[in-house]
């Protein structure tokens, strides 16, 4: 299976987070909830690698403080994500599921560790390349009008790289919104091409903060990974 490389999920691991085992009380999981800050966290057999499922802050608090997590019934859907996975497979998951730390699992589907939202993050701002210098430039157009190879070619004619593409989908008006990153902060000319060649330019980002931008990007990521 091909994966991205430098994107795999193993690489974001965290070992700083504390999972639950069956053996310990309701007091004692929302104790360590609180103290790890976390909403959620693993359960773990008492073997430390088979893992059982995930216990929310909000479902504990329906038990008694003194009851045992394994008496606590953990359900069929056990969210985690594969050691070998790439970053858009754990976006998806988190997605999904809102959590604030997931699961990852190794090959024999054995609990190794967590990735958090904030190592996400840091993978999707490597990926799209936002600690580069460079401008972003938005485009809107309708739907049938969008040629990523043409947007390319344009920029090559005005000698710039695109770093990084992004796109959103408006279906209520059947347009794109696409979201290019430069590697130059001065893109007038290209902007004058595109306007040339009648693509509405609806805004250049020239001195936004790289926090900014990727907040923006995964915005329009997880837009397209509910698509």
């Keep these: 299976m091909y994966k991205l490389q430098g994107m795999v999920i193993g690489q974001f691991i965290s070992s700083r987070f504390v999972p639950l085992y069956p053996h310990q009380q309701v007091a004692e999981a929302l104790a360590s909830m609180h103290n ?3 909403q959620e966290l693993p359960v773990v057999a008492e073997d430390h690698f088979t893992y059982l499922g995930i216990a929310t802050e909000a479902q504990l608090n329906d038990f008694p403080p003194t009851l045992r997590i394994g008496e606590i019934p953990m359900g069929e859907h056990k969210p985690a994500i594969s050691i070998q996975a790439n970053l858009f497979d754990a976006l998806r998951v988190y997605q999904q599921n809102q959590l604030s730390v997931i ?8 609990y190794v560790g967590t990735v958090t939202m904030d190592k996400l993050l840091e993978g999707l701002a490597k990926m799209m390349n936002v600690q580069e210098p460079g401008a972003i430039i938005q ?3 309708a739907a049938h009008d969008y040629m990523l190879s043409d947007i390319a070619r344009l920029a090559e004619l005005n000698d710039v790289r695109i770093l990084n593409i992004s ?9 794109v919104n696409v979201y290019l990153k430069t590697n130059r902060m001065d893109v007038q000319a290209l902007v004058a091409t595109y306007a040339r060649y009648h693509y509405q330019v609806v805004q250049v980002y020239a001195q936004e903060s790289p926090i900014d931008s990727l907040r923006d990007n995964y915005d329009m990521l997880m837009n397209y990974i509910n698509m």
């Design 103 to 110: 699961p990852v699992l190794d090959e024999a589907e054995h």
């Design 36 to 38: 790890q800050h976390v």
């Design 167 to 175: 796109t959103l989908y408006d279906s209520t008006r059947d347009i």
């Design 139 to 141: 485009l809107q157009m």
